[in-house]
C-alpha cells in the first residue's frame, strides 16, 4: 500500500509542535509494517538544518494555481530512516523569519501548499492509494481533490483521510479569499463554508472518505461543544466516518539506555542513572540537592494546557515540598507569573523561557513526577515520554491523557489522574503523588510499571493500516 502523508511540519525538517513528532515517527512506523510511505512538507528555507539540506535532491519543479496566480514549486527530495521526504519549495512563501506560521498570508501559504501536492502527486506520476492529510493547513488537500483531482484518470482511486491533531486551529478566514486565493469555485462554497465563514478544516471533515484523530476519546469528546471550538455540528453528521487512534511516540528518540543529551543512561532492569539525572538536573536548574520530589513541565503557556490552574494554587505545591522545573514559553501572563514565582522561591523553582531540546530531554529524564493538567489535550506526547523516563505523570483526565495514563491504585496503574477541571481537585491527585512518593516500596513498583508501559507506534500503525486497508477495498 503506497501513503502519501502531508503535513505542514515534520521532524527532522521542521517543527513546532507534536504534529511534527507524529509526521516524523508514524510513517517510520508504517514502513516497519511493510507499507511504502512518504511524506510531503513545506521546504522551509530558514528552518532546515545544513545537514538535512546536504541531503535533498532536486527532484521537479511546475507552476501551481493560487487563484489568478501561477507559483512556482520546485520539489526536493530526501530519505531519512527509510521515509521518503519530498519538500515543496517556493522562496516568497516559504523562505521567511519568524517561524513557520504566523503570517498574514497564512491561507495562501497553506492554499499553494494543499494545491502543490496533488500537483507533485499528478506530475511524478506516483499515485498513491491514500493521502493522509493532517491539521487545518493541509485541510485543503482533499477539498481540492474533491473538486479538481477526483476525475482525472491516474487519480480517481486515491483515498483521502484527514486528521485532526488540534481542533482549536480550524483555518477561519473571509469569503473574500474563496475565489482570488483559494481557487475555490463559487458554486463549489459551501464545501468550505461553516457560521458564515470559509473554514479549511470543516472542508476536509465534509469531503474526506475518513476523518481520524490523535486518540479515541477525544474522537468522543470533539461532538461535544466544550471541546470543538464550534465544530461538533460539522462531526455530529460525519461520524460514519470518524475514528481515534492513539498517537506512538519515536521510542529511538526518546529512550533513557541511549539519550546522549542526559547525564547518565538508564532503563528497567538498571535505574541507577535516572538518580544521577536528577542531580545534574538540579544543579542545572540552580536548585540544591536533596530528597524533595521534582517536578517536571514542559508546555506551551498557554490556558488550555491547565495553567489558570496552576497559577491558583502554584504556591500549595511548592510549600507542599515539591521542587518545580518548568521549560516552555507562551501568553505573557503565565510567563511573568514563573518569572515572579522563580524570585520568590529561589531554592524551590526553576523556569527557562522557551523551548530547548535537550533540557526537555533532561526534564523527562531528571524529575520524579510530570505535571499536564490539560482543560483539553487530543494526545499529549510529553506523558507518554515521561513515562519511558521513569517519570509519573500527573494529568487530567481528558483525551489522550486519559487514554493513556491509568490512576495509581495499590499494585496498578501508571500516574495520577484528576477527572474535574479545578485547581482543587488536581492539588490533591498532586497530593496523593506526593504521598506514593514518601513510600519508596510503592514508588519503585510504580516506576517500573511506568517505563514498562509499551507507547511504541507498533499497535496505532496497524490501526492506520487496518483504515487504510478498508478504504482501499471500497470501489
Ligand atoms: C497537537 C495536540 C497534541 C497531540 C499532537 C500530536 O499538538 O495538541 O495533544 O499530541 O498534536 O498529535
Not at 515534520?10 to 512506523?29: I, R, W
Not at 538535512?52 to 496566480?69: C, D, H, I, M
Not at 516552555?328 to 527557562?352: I, L, Q
Not at 491527585?429 to 507498533?458: E, H, N
Request: glycine letters at 8%.
Amino acid at each position: 500500500m503506497k501513503i502519501l502523508f502531508a503535513t505542514s511540519e515534520a521532524q527532522p525538517f521542521a517543527a513546532s509542535g507534536g504534529l511534527a513528532d507524529v509526521a516524523g515517527s508514524l510513517p517510520k512506523a508504517l514502513v516497519k509494517e511493510g507499507c511504502d510511505c512518504s511524506v510531503i512538507m513545506p521546504y522551509y528555507i530558514k528552518t532546515v538544518s545544513d545537514e538535512l539540506k546536504a541531503k535533498l535532491t532536486f527532484v521537479t519543479e511546475f507552476y501551481v494555481p493560487v487563484g489568478w496566480r501561477s507559483q512556482y514549486c520546485g520539489v526536493f527530495k530526501a530519505v531519512v530512516s527509510g521515509v521518503t521526504y519530498y519538500l515543496l519549495d517556493n522562496h516568497y512563501y516559504f523562505n521567511r523569519d519568524f517561524g513557520i506560521y504566523g503570517y498574514y498570508d497564512d491561507a495562501e501559504r497553506f492554499a499553494f501548499f494543499s494545491r502543490a501536492v496533488l500537483e507533485t502527486v499528478q506530475r511524478l506520476g506516483d499515485i498513491p492509494d491514500i493521502i493522509n492529510s493532517n491539521d487545518w493547513q493541509c485541510a485543503l488537500v482533499p477539498v481540492y481533490y474533491n473538486i479538481y483531482y477526483r476525475f482525472h484518470h491516474d487519480m480517481r482511486s486515491i483515498k483521502n483521510v484527514f486528521t485532526i491533531h488540534n481542533i482549536q486551529y480550524q483555518g477561519q478566514y473571509g469569503f473574500e479569499l474563496l475565489e482570488d486565493v483559494l481557487s475555490i469555485p463559487r458554486h463549489m462554497s459551501r464545501l468550505v463554508e461553516y457560521d458564515g465563514n470559509i473554514n479549511f478544516m470543516k472542508g476536509a471533515i465534509e469531503v474526506a472518505d475518513k476523518v481520524t484523530t490523535v486518540s479515541p476519546t477525544y474522537a468522543g469528546e470533539i461532538l461535544d461543544p466544550w471541546f470543538s471550538h464550534g465544530l461538533d455540528r460539522a462531526l455530529n453528521t460525519k461520524q460514519f466516518k470518524t475514528c481515534g487512534f492513539l498517537n506512538g511516540i519515536d521510542t529511538d528518540m526518546y529512550n533513557p539506555s541511549t539519550d546522549k543529551a542526559i547525564a547518565a543512561n538508564f532503563s528497567v532492569g538498571k535505574k541507577a542513572g535516572k538518580a544521577a539525572c536528577k542531580s545534574a538536573l538540579l544543579e542545572k536548574a540552580g536548585l540544591p540537592e536533596d530528597d524533595a520530589p521534582l517536578l517536571g513541565m514542559i508546555s506551551r503557556m498557554v490556558e488550555h494546557k491547565g495553567f489558570d490552574l496552576i497559577k491558583a494554587v502554584f504556591d500549595d505545591i511548592v510549600n507542599m515540598g515539591f521542587k518545580v522545573v518548568i521549560l516552555g514559553s507562551g501568553d505573557s501572563e503565565y510567563e511573568e507569573f514563573f518569572t515572579e514565582a522563580k524570585a520568590r522561591f529561589p531554592e524551590r523553582v526553576s523556569f527557562t523561557c522557551g523551548y530547548i531540546p535537550a533540557l526537555a530531554k533532561q526534564i523527562y529524564a531528571g524529575a520524579d513526577l510530570f505535571l499536564m493538567p490539560s482543560k483539553s489535550e487530543p494526545c499529549g506526547l510529553a506523558q507518554m515520554i515521561s513515562l519511558r523516563y521513569g517519570t509519573i505523570p500527573i494529568v487530567r483526565a481528558t483525551g489522550g491523557l486519559k487514554d493513556s495514563i491509568v490512576d495509581y491504585g495499590e499494585d496498578m496503574g501508571t500516574g495520577f489522574t484528576f477527572q474535574t477541571y479545578n485547581a482543587h481537585d488536581m492539588l490533591e491527585a498532586i497530593q496523593r503523588a506526593c504521598d506514593c512518593y514518601d513510600d519508596p516500596k510503592a514508588w519503585g513498583a510504580l516506576v517500573t510499571r511506568a517505563m514498562k508501559a509499551d507507547f511504541s507506534w507498533k499497535q496505532s500503525a496497524k490501526l492506520y493500516i487496518g483504515l487504510y486497508e478498508e478504504l482501499c477495498n471500497i470501489e
